[in-house]
């Protein structure tokens, strides 16, 4: 009967590690062993695995926290059986109280993570494919209510995932699918000794609390909860999987990368559906703040409704941890860093002839071409950020400097001067690219061009022209 029981876990284990390729003949494994009997049949199971049907090189590894009294039977009991089964150990004593000081974080969080950080450097120490973890699926059943109880969505409930990458390192639990009380029976039968934890028996702690009084109320009005939220967690992390993929197609079809912004036109937004919309909102979020975590509900929402309404007006929305989302001309972006206080500047070019003008405070170069006899015929804007004078008629030196407040300029087919603002405004110049458009001006201080959106009435080139200067504006690093 005990070989059964052994058997059926074995099997269970086999079949998921098969679904969701969690090995492969050869592979090494980290086993996180902390003693209890959950930690300790993985421990066990894998062994047998390793033995009877699929090499595996497996790596012991135990934390004492150093809390409680029992800590030092419980590294020498998981000592001894790793080396009861010829398996490499190793151990981390770990000073969590003065991490707990020094980071401001609680017990549980503090020791998650001084626990983790051991285990991928064990991992990285034996060059490990990944490491096993012991959580099971009452563990995941408390998982998904707690998410609940906080407030989630579909990826919250998918609960923890049977596989996972974290740091470049695949994180596994074979266990995922089967419960507690058969771990439990399973090492009471083979006699497999495990340590008992005092402290997850008080209620202190949230997940304890909700082990002990919420999931037993529960248990009240179905008698099965523990299994439909395991079901709840299964069906939404195939659905949760299903849903990245297409957000992930619509990144790549939608959003563009220009100058470290992630940015998509309104229009193309709109026409997904809303689901997708959030998903779309939240995976650019999430390779913006790398490890912060910007993507809730309420900034996601917030960004969306912005998208949504019917108005042509910029907006700019702060999402915290140095994050901006902005709205220009039916363009959304989002940008990684608060944008920049244009710096005030002002440079003249004394002589046609001269060198290059560099204007590092928007990172480019000012360049005049003399164009004569043959060279004329060339004479054929390509590009808004390149114009064409008379060189008889220019005034020099010239000035390059930014905007200014009251800035106007005498445009091409219109009686008068226009104020700048209103040319970028007409033009639908973004706001946030304004600051980076110089003012080209001659020696009387009128406004010759605005590079990328109008040229003035002044030294235009005619028939009669004999000299043509190319003005252009490039990257600092060339055209």
Request: glycine residues 8%; contains cysteine.
């Given at each position: 009967?005990?070989?059964?029981?052994?058997?059926?876990?074995?099997?269970?284990?086999?079949?998921?590690?098969?679904?969701?390729?969690?090995?492969?003949?050869?592979?090494?494994?980290?086993?996180?062993?902390?003693?209890?009997?959950?930690?300790?049949?993985?421990?066990?199971?894998?062994?047998?695995?390793?033995?009877?049907?699929?090499?595996?090189?497996?790596?012991?590894?135990?934390?004492?926290?150093?809390?409680?009294?029992?800590?030092?039977?419980?590294?020498?009991?998981?000592?001894?059986?790793?080396?009861?089964?010829?398996?490499?150990?190793?151990?981390?004593?770990?000073?969590?109280?003065?991490?707990?000081?020094?980071?401001?974080?609680?017990?549980?969080?503090?020791?998650?993570?001084?626990?983790?950080?051991?285990?991928?450097k064990t991992a990285a120490k034996y060059g490990a494919s990944s490491i096993a973890l012991a959580h099971h699926a009452d563990d995941q059943a408390e998982t998904v209510l707690m998410r609940l109880l906080r407030g989630t969505g579909p990826s919250?409930?998918?609960?923890?995932?049977?596989?996972?990458?974290?740091?470049?390192?695949?994180?596994?639990?074979?266990?995922?699918?089967?419960?507690?009380?058969?771990?439990?029976?399973?090492?009471?039968?083979?006699?497999?000794?495990?340590?008992?934890?005092?402290?997850?028996?008080?209620?202190?702690?949230?997940?304890?609390?909700?082990?002990?009084?919420?999931?037993?109320?529960?248990?009240?009005?179905?008698?099965?909860?523990?299994?439909?939220?395991?079901?709840?967690?299964?069906?939404?992390?195939?659905?949760?999987?299903?849903?990245?993929?297409?957000?992930?197609?619509?990144?790549?079809?939608?959003?563009?990368?220009?100058?470290?912004?992630?940015?998509?036109?309104?229009?193309?937004?709109?026409?997904?559906?809303?689901?997708?919309?959030?998903?779309?909102?939240?995976?650019?979020?999430?390779?913006?703040?790398?490890?912060?975590?910007?993507?809730?509900?309420?900034?996601?929402?917030?960004?969306?409704?912005?998208?949504?309404?019917?108005?042509?007006?910029?907006?700019?929305?702060?999402?915290?941890?140095?994050?901006?989302?902005?709205?220009?001309?039916?363009?959304?972006?989002?940008?990684?860093?608060?944008?920049?206080?244009?710096?005030?500047?002002?440079?003249?070019?004394?002589?046609?002839?001269?060198?290059?003008?560099?204007?590092?405070?928007?990172?480019?170069?000012?360049?005049?071409?003399?164009?004569?006899?043959?060279?004329?015929?060339?004479?054929?804007?390509?590009?808004?950020?390149?114009?064409?004078?008379?060189?008889?008629?220019?005034?020099?030196?010239?000035?390059?400097?930014?905007?200014?407040?009251?800035?106007?300029?005498?445009?091409?087919?219109?009686?008068?001067?226009?104020?700048?603002?209103?040319?970028?405004?007409?033009?639908?110049?973004?706001?946030?690219?304004?600051?980076?458009?110089?003012?080209?001006?001659?020696?009387?201080?009128?406004?010759?061009?605005?590079?990328?959106?109008?040229?003035?009435?002044?030294?235009?080139?005619?028939?009669?022209?004999?000299?043509?200067?190319?003005?252009?504006?490039?990257?600092?690093?060339?055209?």
């Amino acid at each position: 009967m005990e070989q059964d029981h052994l058997k059926s876990i074995i099997e269970r284990v086999e079949d998921a590690a098969c679904e969701k390729q969690l090995w492969a003949a050869g592979d090494v494994i980290v086993v996180a062993v902390s003693g209890g009997p959950d930690s300790v049949a993985l421990l066990h199971v894998l062994h047998e695995i390793s033995s009877h049907s699929t090499p595996l090189q497996l790596v012991c590894a135990h934390v004492h926290h150093g809390f409680r009294q029992e800590s030092d039977e419980e590294a020498l009991m998981v000592q001894r059986l790793a080396e009861s089964l010829g398996i490499a150990v190793e151990t981390a004593y770990i000073d969590v109280p003065a991490y707990m000081e020094e980071s401001g974080k609680g017990v549980q969080e503090a020791a998650r993570d001084k626990r983790y950080e051991f285990l991928f450097k064990t991992a990285a120490k034996y060059g490990a494919s990944s490491i096993a973890l012991a959580h099971h699926a009452d563990d995941q059943a408390e998982t998904v209510l707690m998410r609940l109880l906080r407030g989630t969505g579909p990826s919250g409930l998918s609960g923890m995932k049977i596989k996972r990458f974290q740091n470049n390192m695949k994180l596994i639990r074979p266990f995922l699918r089967i419960n507690k009380m058969d771990l439990v029976k399973l090492c009471d039968e083979r006699g497999y000794s495990y340590a008992v934890d005092g402290s997850n028996m008080t209620t202190k702690y949230r997940r304890n609390a909700v082990r002990l009084e919420v999931l037993p109320f529960l248990e009240q009005y179905n008698g099965q909860i523990s299994n439909s939220l395991n079901q709840l967690a299964e069906v939404s992390g195939e659905e949760d999987d299903f849903m990245e993929l297409a957000a992930e197609n619509a990144y790549r079809s939608c959003v563009q990368e220009i100058d470290g912004r992630l940015v998509f036109d309104a229009p193309s937004f709109l026409g997904l559906h809303v689901a997708l919309q959030r998903r779309l909102i939240k995976l650019i979020l999430n390779y913006l703040s790398a490890d912060q975590e910007n993507s809730d509900f309420i900034k996601i929402e917030a960004v969306r409704q912005g998208v949504l309404r019917d108005n042509r007006s910029n907006w700019r929305l702060d999402l915290g941890g140095g994050l901006t989302c902005i709205r220009e001309y039916g363009k959304i972006s989002f940008t990684p860093k608060p944008p920049a206080v244009q710096k005030g500047y002002i440079y003249q070019l004394y002589s046609p002839d001269g060198p290059d003008l560099v204007l590092p405070e928007i990172g480019k170069t000012l360049r005049i071409t003399r164009m004569d006899g043959e060279g004329m015929r060339d004479a054929i804007k390509r590009s808004s950020f390149e114009a064409f004078f008379d060189a008889n008629q220019l005034a020099f030196p010239l000035t390059v400097r930014c905007r200014e407040p009251g800035d106007k300029m005498k445009v091409m087919g219109l009686n008068g001067s226009k104020k700048v603002k209103d040319i970028l405004i007409d033009e639908k110049v973004p706001p946030s690219v304004r600051p980076n458009i110089p003012i080209v001006c001659d020696a009387l201080g009128s406004i010759l061009w605005i590079p990328g959106v109008r040229r003035s009435i002044h030294a235009a080139v005619g028939r009669h022209t004999s000299c043509i200067l190319r003005i252009q504006l490039v990257n600092a690093e060339g055209v």
